[in-house]
Structure formats: C-alpha cells, structure tokens
T-cell receptor, first 118, second 114 residues
Framework: GAVVSQHPSRVICKSGTSVKIECRSL??????MFWYRQFPKQSLMLMAT?????????EQGVEKDKFLINHASLTLSTLTVTSAHPEDSSFYIC??????????????FGEGSRLTVL | AQSVAQPEDQVNVAEGNPLTVKCTYS??????LFWYVQYPNRGLQFLLK??????LVKGSYGFEAEFNKSQTSFHLKKPSALVSDSALYFC????????????FGSGTRLLVRP
C-alpha cells in the first residue's frame, strides 16, 4: 500500500526558532500534497495545498510567510514554521495523492508531527 | 461550499453490539465521500470511500457505510464492535470537479466498552 512518511514525529523548539517538517511519499509519486493542522480534540484544518514545482496554495487565514511550504520533488514536501511561537504548537499532518491512481483515489496520510514551542 | 457534519462528539457502544457513526454532507454537485480513523498521536488511516455505484460500501476492518442521497448522509457502520475499534473517526468530502483536497468533519470519538 501507499506509504507517507513524516519526520520528525515530535519536535520541541524555543520560541523564535524555525522548524522544518518533512513529508515523503515512499512508494509513489505525489504531485499534490496537503498540510493539515489539528488542535487537541478537534478536527483537521487544511492549511495549504502543496504542488510539485510551483507555489503552494494557502487556505484563507493561513499566513504564507509563517508557514513556508516547498514541494521540490515528486516525493517530498516540507513545511517550515518560521519564528515559531507557543500558539504554533499543534499536531501537523501531511497527506499525499498518488498521481498514478485514478481521480477517485483516497489521500494517504503521514503519522503526524507534534510541535511544541516553549 | 462543501462541508460535512458529524453530529455526535462521542459514541459509546458495548463490545459485540452494532455501531453507527453518523455523517451528513453538503455539496453543490456529486460527492466523493470518505471515512478515516485516527488512533492517538497518529495520522489518519483510510477506511472506505463512496464514489458511485452501490450505496452500501464495504471497507477495512469490517466497517461499511451507506450512502443516502436523499438524506445526504454517509453513516459508518459495523455489525459487531470490538474494543480495538475505539478511536477517532472522521468523515470527509470532496466534490468531483474540485481539487483533491478533503474537507473533514469535526470527528466522532468511538468508545467500545468490554
């Protein structure tokens, strides 16, 4: 089955620093990946759509300069939380679409990255 | 705008009993509907999807879901619950002609007691 690897699974950083989270599709190519944020006991909020070779598309209310997304290859997208603050602490989850499958295909999700900003 | 609603924050059921987790949707066109499950501090696992065809969709781990167009519902069901089914369940929707992004419901926590 399609596997999405997300790294790191947990990260603790100091306020003001930047943190990079990687999302890799291990056995398929993904021209499109999605980044979600999940608050405790809440649903997933779509942050942005990451497109290989082009700029990400951000959802309304998401700061593009705060959450930098790079999708440099067909198997890797990165989310960088810049100048992190405690309110950025959250569970970040990426998902990917298998470009080789039909258009009805489901998304495959990474295991998530828990960010704690001190 | 497309959306899904999961009216129950939590569903409690005894092991061995049937379970239902409710989901209703709102889209302007034909929907693609999905169910995912999330275990603590983990990503989401795909359970099943409805695209077209039979209204009863069978998925992983013995789960199934019934698509009802007139009631705009896509309830998740299982004939006999297991304690290991206890988790957070999300219903999701995307429109056929939209991007591939999914819009998730608020989630329903399923608790199966022994």
């Amino acid at each position: 089955g399609a596997v999405v690897s997300q790294h790191p699974s947990r990260v603790i950083c100091k306020s003001g620093t930047s943190v990079k989270i990687e999302c890799r599709s291990l056995d398929f190519q993904a021209t499109t990946m999605f980044w979600y944020r999940q608050f405790p006991k809440q649903s997933l909020m779509l942050m942005a759509t990451s497109n290989e070779g082009s700029k990400a598309t951000y959802e309304q209310g998401v700061e593009k300069d705060k959450f930098l997304i790079n999708h440099a290859s067909l198997t890797l997208s990165t989310l960088t939380v810049t100048s992190a603050h405690p309110e950025d602490s959250s569970f970040y989850i990426c998902s990917a679409r298998d470009s080789g499958r039909d258009v009805t295909g489901e998304l495959f999700f990474g295991e998530g990255s828990r960010l704690t900003v001190l | 705008a497309q959306s899904v609603a999961q009216p129950e924050d939590q569903v409690n059921v005894a092991e061995g009993n049937p379970l239902t987790v409710k989901c209703t949707y709102s889209v302007s066109g034909n929907p693609y509907l999905f169910w995912y499950v999330q275990y603590p501090n983990r990503g989401l696992q795909f359970l099943l999807k409805y695209i077209t065809g039979d209204n009863l969709v069978k998925g992983s781990y013995g789960f199934e879901a019934e698509f009802n167009k007139s009631q705009t519902s896509f309830h998740l069901k299982k004939p006999s619950a297991l304690v290991s089914d206890s988790a957070l369940y999300f219903c999701a929707v995307r429109e056929v002609d939209s991007s591939y992004k999914l819009i998730f419901g608020s989630g329903t926590r399923l608790l199966v007691r022994p």
